[in-house]
C-alpha cells in the first residue's frame, strides 16, 4: 500500500510510523504543490486559496499563473494591495514573460516608477476602457473598487489576508474566478475604528478576504507553498513553529548552504560578540538591562542602528547557493513596530548607516535581506498590548532574513509576558486565531534565550 | 497612549487635579439634553430596573420594574420610558430648515434634533440592548405590548448606532465626554467611575482629585453609576424590598418602599450628570461642533421622516450594508479627527509631538511663483517654515493649514530646522493668490497630513448584486410573526 504524498511538515516525521518517508526535497515537494495549484485552475473551482509562509516563492507562482493563464488566452486581472506591489508584479511579469500584452491602472496622480517605464510594453492608462487589449491589466485593489462595470474572466488576487473583505465584496463583482495568494502568518488588516457589531458574522467587513470567503465557499480547493526559500536552515524551523504551528513548512536550503563571514577582525565589543553570534548561529538576541522604557527608548534605539552600522563595519560577505557576495547597505534592514522608532533609528544611524533600510512591521511585508536587525516590538514596555501581541508583527519582523537576524530587546520579556496573557473577550461564532500571539512571542524568545549575548 | 496625553496624567498627579487636553468644547451640549440613569438587574443582561430620566436638573422622573423578573411588568416600565423618550424625540426638532437638495428639489432638516445623556459605555450598551429586546416586539396577539414599545426600541436602536458615529453627538456617555476634555492622574479603569473621574475635575471645597476619588469609592457615598448595582446593596436592601413587594401581591406600600431604596441608588449620579453637563457647558464651543451637529441633525431628520415607512433595524448587518456602513464609520473617524485638531491647538500638539503636523515661522516665501512644466502654468506658492517640531513626514506627502484646511500643500524638502512646502490648492483660480491667503514672512502658521476627504466616494455593490464570495444576495426580509418570538429565560 502506498502512501499519499504528505506536506512537507517539519519535525512530524517520526521512525516509527513506517518506511514511506515524506517529501524532503525541497524542490520537488513545491514544485508539486505549484503543478496541483495550475492544475486546479483548469478545475472548474470559482476560487481557488494558496497559503505561502515567508519567502515560499509567492510573487513566482502570481507570475507563473498569470503566464499560465494567459498562455490558455484567458483575459486577466490582478489586485495588489499598494502601489508599491504593482509595479514589482509588473517589473516581475514584463522582464519574464514579455510576450504577454500587460497593463497597469492607475489613480490620476500616479507617476510610473522606474521599475515600470523599464518596460515600454507596458501600458498605463487611468481608464479600463484604455487597457481592453491588453491581456494582463494589474491595478491596487482601491483602484479596482473604482470601477463600476467590466469584467474578467479570472483575478489573481496577491496579498489576499492583508486585504479587508469590504474590499474583496466592492471588487468581486469584476471576476468570475479567483486565485487568492498570501500568507496568512503575517499582520491582519485593521480598522480605524472599533465597532463590535460586526463580530462573528461570517461576512465581517474587518476580517481578511480569505477567511470570509472561505467561510462562505468552504469546498475551494487551499494548498500550501512548503518551503521557504528565503529562511535558511536556521530560521525556518522557529519562524514554522511559533507562526506555522499546525501547516509548516521548511527550509529550501540545508545546514552549512548559507554561511556568514566577516572581512574585519572584531574587537571583542557586546556588539562584535552579538553579531559574531548571529553569523554562527543565525540568531541572536542583543539584551539591554529590564526598564521601562518610552516607544523611542533611547539605549535601544542607539544599540540597533550601532549593531547595524557595526555589522557594515566588518565588511560581511554571505555565501549562499546563490554564490557569494557581500553584503551591502542595500541588503540590511532594520525593523521596528512603530513609525517613531524608525524614525529614531533613521537618525541614529547617520552617516556609516547611509542606504539601510529601516521600516516599520507593515512596511517590511514581502521584503527580503542577507540581515536584519530587529526591535522587539515589547522591549521596554509596562504592558503588552494586542497591538504589540500580534503575532502577525513579529513573524514579518523575524522572517525577513536570508543569512542571520539580530534582536535588540530589553530584559523581561518573558516576565512581561506572564503578567498580560491574552485578555481579547471570546465571541460566538469568531474562529480562533492560531497562532496566538501571546504563545508565539514565548515560542521564539523561547529559542533566543539561547543566543542570547548581554549588553554591557 | 501619546507623550502629551501621558504628560498631562503626570501633571494632574502632581497637581492633584485634573488637567486640560483640550482648549474648547469639542461635543454639542444641548439646551435640554434628557439625561438618562439605568439600572439593571444585576445578572441579567438587559434586565430593566429603574431609570431616572429627565431634561432639566430639578425635574427627574423616576420609573421603576418592582419585580424585573416578571416579563409583563418590563414592558409596562417600557411604555412609560418610551411615553418619555418620544415624548423627548418629538418636542426637540425645532424649526424646520429648507435647503436646496439634489436636481433643484427641497431637502428639509429640523433646526434641532435630541440628545441623550448617560453616564458612562455600560448605560449606552444598555439602551442598545433595550432597544434590541423591544423593537421587534408584537403589539398584537400572543403577548401583545403598548405600540410605543416596539417605537421606543427602534428609537433607542438609532441612538445606539449613532453613538458608534465618530464626532456625533446624539447620544454621550458623561466618562468618555469628560475625558475628551480632562486627564486626570487615574487609570482610564478608575476614569470609567463617574463619581471619581468628577473627583479629579471638580472636587468638592477642602478636596484635592485623589482624596475626592478615593471617597467615591465607597458605595453608600456614591453608589455605581449603573447599569449594574452595588452588589451589598443588592444583597441587603434590593432583594429583600423585591421579596416583601412579592409577598404583598403588589401592594402600593411595598412598592413606595422599594423606589425610595432605588432612589438612594440613583439620585447621586443624576446630580454628579448635571454637574458634568454644566462643566462641559462651560467650555467655550469649538469650531467644528456646530458641523458635526448638523450631520446629526440630517439623520435625525431623516430618520424621522422615513420612520413609517421603514421596518426595525435587522439583527444583523447584511455584507453590503456592514461594508457601507464601516467605510461611513472610518469616513467620519477621520473628518473628526482632523477638525478637532483644527479646532483646537492642544490636539494638534498632539499631532505635532508624534511629527505627523508641524508648526512655526514663514522664512521664505515666494507667493507668485508658477509651475511651467505642464501644458499650461500652475500657481504653486513656495513657503519655508522654521520649526523646531519633529516632524516626521517623507517629501510628496499632502499637507492642509490648520487655520484654513481649504490650503492645501506637498511637501517638497525638511531639513535644515525647516520645512518647504509647495501649495497646490485653496488659491483662487487665477494665477496670482487672492489677498490674504498665502502666508508672509514672520507669519506663524502649523500644516498638517491628517487631511479630511481622503476616502473620497466609494462605490459599494447593490444588495442584490453581493458577490460569491460574501454568500451571494441575502434573501429580502418579510416580516413575520416569528421575529417577536424570543428565547425567555
Redesign the interface.
Known sequence: MSRPPLMSVPHAANAETGPAPPETDPARAAGRVVADVLADLGGGH??VVVDSPPGAGKSTLVVRAAAHLAAAGERLMIVAQTNEQVDDLIDRLAGKHPEVPLGRLSASGYAPSDRVRAHPAVRVAQKADDLAGQTVVIATAAKW??L?DGSWPWAIVDEAYQMR??M???I??RFERALFVGDPGQLDPF???E?E??AG??????RS?VS??LA??PDLPVHRLPVSWRLPASAAPVVSDAFYPFTGFQAGTREGDRRLEFGARGMGTTYDRALEEAAATGWALYELPARHT?RTDAEAVQATAALAVRLLQRGPVAHSEQGTAGVDAARVAIGAAH??QV?AIRAALGPHGAGITVDTANRLQGREYDVTVVLHPLSGRRDATAFHLESGRLCVLASRHRHACVVVARAGIPELLDAHPSTEPVRLGVPVKFPDGWEANQSVLAHLAAHRVPAG | MS?LSALARLEAVRAGRAQPVATVRHVHIADAPLVLVPLKLAGEAAAPLAVMAGAAPDAPSLLIVPQPRNRDQRFAFAASLARLVLNHVETHRGEVEELPGKDGEVRLRYGDAPQLLVPNRGGVRFLRLLGRSTRFRSTEGAYAVDAAVPVLGRWLTWFADRH?H?GSSLLGAATELLRLHWATGQSSLEDGNLAALMGWIDPPDGLDGPSAAALAEDPVRWPPAGPATDPTFDNEVLAPAIAAYDRSGGDARARERLRAAIETQVTPTWELMWRAVGLLRALPEAAGVARRWERDRDAFTHYHQTFGEAYPQAR?????R??RR??D??RA??AYEAQRAFDDPLVMAEQRL??AAFGGVVTECHPERLDETGKRPKLRPLLRVATGD?V?LEPGTPVCSAARPALKGRIVEIGGGGVLVELTGGLGRRLVPEAGVVPVEGDRVCFTSRTEGSFGI????DRE???????GPPEDYVPTADDAREDWS
Open positions: 470559482r476560487g473598487a473604482t463600476q473583505s469590504d474583496l465584496l466592492r468581486a463583482g480598522s480605524t475604528v465597532v457589531r460586526w458574522l461570517s461576512w465581517d467587513p474587518m478576504a470570509v470567503l462562505h465557499n518610552l513609525r517613531d524614525a | 507623550a458608534d465618530p444583523r448587518d447584511p455584507p453590503v456592514a461594508a464601516l467605510h464609520l472610518e473617524q477621520e508624534t511629527g519633529p516626521r466609494a462605490r459599494f455593490p448584486d453581493t458577490p460569491w464570495t460574501h454568500g
